[in-house]
């Protein structure tokens, strides 16, 4: 079983914030918080993951909870392109070798 | 920049055949995946491999077989493929010595009839 839960799907105006939640109450202390996206039919793209403090690149923005058993992917201006399934993970980057992804949470971004 | 790398992209299949997914990186990673994902639905996974010479079980693996020659090699045995393996099979690979993010192929979509 998966060790995260999302939401199914989500809706999100154009140029808005997107902000996604993910539920791993079990997460244990050396594993990280990942989240991968996937458009249409392609293969999953990584976006950002996080131990325990928040961090950020060019994609997106990453809040993880002080007690690490949620975070929020936030995307700080959601285009028509953003639109994709997202998924939250949580694995040992070392030795995370069963990794399992859940069904995701579909976002729509709406002009 | 190949990255992973999948064949075929898509394939007909008649119930009872025996059909290999190649897959193949080229990022020198330890870790090696393969995932089905079904309409509708997330990523399941099938088999893994940590290093070459090793494999293991993932959610879904009877009917399917795995192995691991190599680095960079991780092909996919349907023995006797059924109906029920209609999906597309994404292959991924990952640096477990530094993010640990995993890099995925494009999928290759197979229809068994």
């Known amino acids: 079983d998966a060790k995260t839960t999302q939401p199914t799907s989500m809706d999100c105006a154009e140029g808005r914030a997107a902000n996604l939640p993910c539920n791993h109450s079990t997460i244990s202390g050396n594993e990280y918080v990942y989240w991968y996206r996937q458009i249409h039919s392609q293969g999953p793209q990584y976006i950002i993951h996080g131990l325990k403090n928040n961090e950020t690149n060019e994609m997106a923005s990453l809040i993880i909870t002080e007690d690490r058993k949620s975070s929020t992917l936030i995307l700080p201006h959601a285009?028509?392109?953003?639109?994709?399934?997202?998924?939250?993970?949580?694995?040992?980057?070392?030795?995370?070798?069963?990794?399992?992804?859940?069904?995701?949470?579909?976002?729509?971004?709406?002009? | 920049i190949a990255g992973i790398t999948q064949a075929p992209t898509s394939q007909i299949l008649?119930?009872?055949?025996?059909?290999?997914?190649?897959?193949?990186?080229?990022?020198?990673?330890?870790?090696?995946?393969?995932?089905?994902?079904?309409?509708?639905?997330?990523?399941?996974?099938?088999?893994?491999?940590?290093?070459?010479?090793?494999?293991?079980?993932?959610?879904?693996?009877?009917?399917?077989?795995?192995?691991?020659?190599?680095?960079?090699?991780?092909?996919?045995?349907?023995?006797?493929?059924?109906?029920s393996q209609t999906s597309v099979y994404f292959c991924a690979s990952s640096d477990q010595y530094n993010t640990g993010?995993?890099?995925?192929?494009?999928?290759?979509?197979?229809t068994v009839l």
């Open chain 2, 14 to 83: 008649a119930a009872g055949r025996r059909m290999t997914l190649r897959c193949t990186q080229d990022m020198r990673h330890n870790a090696m995946y393969w995932y089905r994902q079904d309409l509708g639905l997330g990523l399941r996974l099938i088999h893994y491999s940590n290093t070459a010479g090793t494999t293991g079980k993932g959610e879904v693996p009877d009917g399917y077989s795995v192995s691991r020659a190599n680095t960079d090699d991780f092909p996919l045995t349907l023995a006797s493929a059924v109906p």
């Open chain 1, 79 to 111: 285009t028509l392109r953003d639109t994709a399934v997202y998924y939250c993970i949580v694995r040992v980057p070392w030795g995370g070798f069963k990794t399992i992804f859940g069904a995701g949470t579909r976002l729509f971004v709406k002009a």
């Open chain 2, 101 to 110: 993010e995993l890099f995925f192929g494009e999928g290759s979509r197979l």
